[in-house]
């Protein structure tokens, strides 16, 4: 397959139940852009049908492709998926599709012009957001890790954890191939590195739905916190060294 404008990335895990639907959802509408474009599933060692589900649509359209690795998680299916990708743009979208995929537009739209910094974010805390049923603890509990990463990373971003971001190309090989975390906390590492590379990064404003099928366990959180300080420790000893970038599309 040739290279696409869009690759769109989807890290799954244990996700039979939805990804039929939430592959034809963002299939439509990346038909509807006009544009060269693959969408990349990634499962993520599921015990359930989510492989073979996704390899039926791969089998009816070859811009749909799947990669299986063994369960390590989100991190490292997003990893895997962004390093795969071919397209001048990648985004990473949630299996869930909590964000509207109509949303995508607000990324990356060509008929508007292509995006004029590498990287851009989905922000649920920007002016012109909205949350749909979101319990507050769950809401609290974001403002804390937001707050956490602010103080310990330097991140000066309202908004780490989405599960919808955009990268150039370039961006992305560069950014992912010196990620390092596997769990839930990769959105801030990536973030991290994209700061210390010297990126732009732009949020923009996302309708969000709650999903009450959340993966995101007490235990997962936990970890997200502490992998915070590891975080931090790694930028202190230079263990990432700065990524390498050849291009940044002008910026």
């Known amino acids: ?79 895997h998926g962004m390093l795969a990708a071919r397209g001048a743009w990648c985004f990473l979208a949630d299996a869930d599709l909590s964000m509207p995929i ?14 004029d910094v590498p990287i851009v974010i989905g922000s649920r805390e920007a002016h012109g957001s909205r949350r749909f049923e979101e319990p507050l603890r769950r809401h609290l509990i974001g403002r804390a890790f937001n707050v956490a990463a602010r103080l310990l990373v330097g991140l000066r971003i309202q908004d780490t954890q989405c599960g919808f971001k955009l990268f150039s190309g370039d961006a992305a090989r560069a950014l992912f191939a010196a990620q390092q975390l596997d769990g839930f906390s990769f959105d801030v590492e990536v973030l991290a590195l994209a700061r210390w590379a010297g ?22 959180g936990a970890a997200a916190f502490a992998d915070l300080v590891r975080i931090r420790w790694n930028l202190l000893r230079g263990v990432y060294g700065r990524p390498r970038v050849a291009e940044q599309h002008g910026v």
């Open 102 to 115: 109509d949303n995508l537009r607000r990324f990356y739209d060509p008929a508007r012009g292509l995006p």
């Open 1 to 79: 397959m040739s290279a696409a404008e869009l690759s769109v990335v989807i890290p799954a895990f244990n996700e039979a139940g939805r990804i039929a639907e939430t592959v034809d959802r963002v299939a439509r509408e990346l038909a509807a852009m006009a544009i060269a474009w693959e969408l990349i599933v990634v499962n993520d060692g599921s015990t359930d049908e989510t492989s073979a589900i996704a390899r039926a649509r791969a089998a009816v359209d070859p811009r749909v492709r799947v990669i299986d690795i063994t369960h390590a998680g989100k991190g490292a299916a997003v990893r």
């Open 199 to 220: 990126f732009d990064v732009r949020e923009v404003p996302i309708d969000w739905h709650y999903d009450r099928d959340s993966k995101v366990s007490w235990r997962a």
